[in-house]
């Protein structure tokens, strides 16, 4: 299996700029807020990225697959917690707009990348 370092995937750097932005957005809530649904939301968003690079650190194909899987549920968890800041008035609809295209490329990009690992992995 061809190692890619992964800082270069794309989807690594989607994750990361998720990670950050929303870390920069909680960082600046009042101390309730940041101490319930802010944890949450920065551990869910920073699993993301955290489980592409350990996946891809695996050697085999099965493994990065079962990190990937774990990866995009992540992605599942803070996109519900986005929705329940939205609702609870701590993301206006400008924040929403800003995160939502990040949110989307990065789930058809994490389920493009998880296509590729099974199809490789039947090839060798």
Do not use: C
Not at 11 to 30: G, H, R, S
Not at 104 to 120: F, G, P, Q, T, V
């Amino acid at each position: 299996m061809e190692k890619l370092n992964f800082e270069k995937l794309q989807i690594y750097q989607l994750a990361e700029q998720l990670a950050d932005e929303i870390w920069f957005i909680v960082k600046n809530w009042d101390e309730f807020e940041r101490n319930t649904i802010g944890r949450q939301i920065v551990r869910s968003a920073d699993s993301i990225g955290a489980n592409i690079a350990e996946g891809n650190g695996r050697h085999n194909f099965r493994d990065n697959k079962r990190f990937i899987k774990i990866a995009r549920g992540s992605l599942n968890e803070t996109r519900h917690w986005l929705r329940r800041a939205y609702v609870r008035k701590l993301l206006t609809s400008d924040r929403v707009n800003q995160l939502k295209p990040i949110v989307n490329d990065l789930s058809i990009k994490l389920n493009a990348y998880l296509k590729y690992l099974e199809k490789a992995s039947q090839s060798t």
